[in-house]
């Protein structure tokens, strides 16, 4: 197919990409995009018994980087797996969507985020939390020495990326990411992400934080009743699958349950016991609740400017832009037949003489 979606993962985090990809497929069932899982490890054996249609997986090969020494101790090689991948399809399809697989997806149309208008950028991105307000002095400082500010863009999350194949493939970014991870592991705070953004700075265009809703803060959590987002991105320590804290709700953590019985996925006791995870430590997860909402409004406050924001790529017209549009028309149209009538005047006034 033309397009694609893809997830890249290893054997850890598999299911929850099968997981994903499966929910993409029936949330899409006459799409015209192909959803693929990359994997640095064996595919399981039970995949194929349990994927949906259409929904394919395959092994992956990085190599031997040397420069992964510098992360070994904190995160899975396969968190850099995303630029392998982007470049062994980028002459396979034209556009790629690109999800980390700690994803919720609700609802929307992906198949629409394809025919975007990315002008002159390569990829369609959505702004890091950390850049939706004025960034702290020490996250401003971080973002300058990637090559980041006001004037590029901002900084991005890369756990959503819009990928337009053939700038991707022509402005070597996959190459350019692996560089500056080799070169300065220093300013990878967070890994490839922050690579992604030095390569990409000024080539990103922004979409609606609804297609990556970031659920690290508690707060952004908070508001997914009433934004309503399409994806919700546990991008934090707390996943569906692993919640020792008990601040995820059981509507987002119970499917995950469900899945890993279904295909012999072995969860932690408190996903896999549902009484035992709403009763465990029920007093300080409602402080903590409590906490949060008790300075939502003040969060809200201070970020409303970002999310007020209608100006995204791939913002639906309002209603009240389309009823200026049809003035618009209507006047224009009521104009053209004015200066039409007159020229038919001019030609009656010449035919006298």
């Not at 979606?5 to 299911?15: G, H, K, P, R, V």
């Not at 997860?285 to 999310?307: E, F, K, M, P, S």
């Not at 639906?316 to 049809?326: C, H, I, K, Y």
Request: charged content about 30%; some cysteine.
């Amino acid at each position: 197919m033309t397009n694609a979606l893809i997830f890249c993962c290893d054997a850890n985090y598999f299911w929850p990409a099968a997981f994903a990809a499966n929910r993409v497929a029936a949330l899409s069932p006459g799409r015209d995009f192909a959803i693929r899982i990359f994997c640095s490890d064996p595919i399981p054996d039970a995949f194929a018994l349990h994927a949906a249609p259409g929904v394919t997986a395959e092994p992956l090969s990085m190599g031997d980087f040397s420069f992964f020494r510098a992360f070994s101790d904190r995160i899975s090689k396969a968190a850099f797996l995303r630029i392998f991948a982007l470049d062994r399809i980028s002459a396979d399809h034209d556009r790629v969507i690109y999800y980390d697989v700690d994803v919720a997806f609700r609802h929307g149309d992906l198949s629409r985020l394809f025919t975007l208008d990315l002008g002159e950028k390569t990829v369609g991105a959505v702004r890091d939390t950390a850049d939706w307000a004025a960034p702290s002095d020490r996250d401003a400082r971080y973002f300058a020495a990637l090559g980041v500010g006001a004037d590029t863009g901002g900084y991005f999350n890369s756990g959503f990326l819009l990928v337009d194949t053939a700038r991707w493939r022509a402005q070597g970014i996959g190459e350019k990411t692996l560089r500056f991870i080799a070169d300065h592991p220093d300013l990878c705070r967070y890994n490839d992400q922050s690579a992604l953004n030095h390569a990409l700075a000024g080539k990103w265009a922004e979409l609606s934080p609804l297609w990556n809703w970031q659920a690290r803060d508690p707060e952004v959590l908070a508001l997914v009743d009433t934004r309503d987002p399409h994806v919700v991105h546990f991008n934090g320590r707390q996943k569906p699958w692993r919640d020792s804290q008990r601040m995820i709700p059981a509507a987002f953590k119970d499917p995950f349950r469900d899945w890993g019985r279904q295909v012999g996925w072995t969860l932690p006791p408190d996903i896999e016991d549902r009484v035992y995870t709403r009763k465990k430590r029920e007093a300080s997860r409602a402080h903590a609740i409590a906490q949060t909402y008790a300075g939502l409004a003040d969060w809200v406050a201070a970020h409303n400017r970002y999310l007020k924001r209608k100006d995204f790529i791939d913002a639906e017209p309002s209603d009240r832009a389309l009823r200026r549009a049809r003035r618009e028309a209507k006047r224009a149209a009521r104009q053209g037949r004015d200066e039409d009538l007159s020229d038919e005047d001019t030609d009656d006034d010449s035919s006298d003489e």
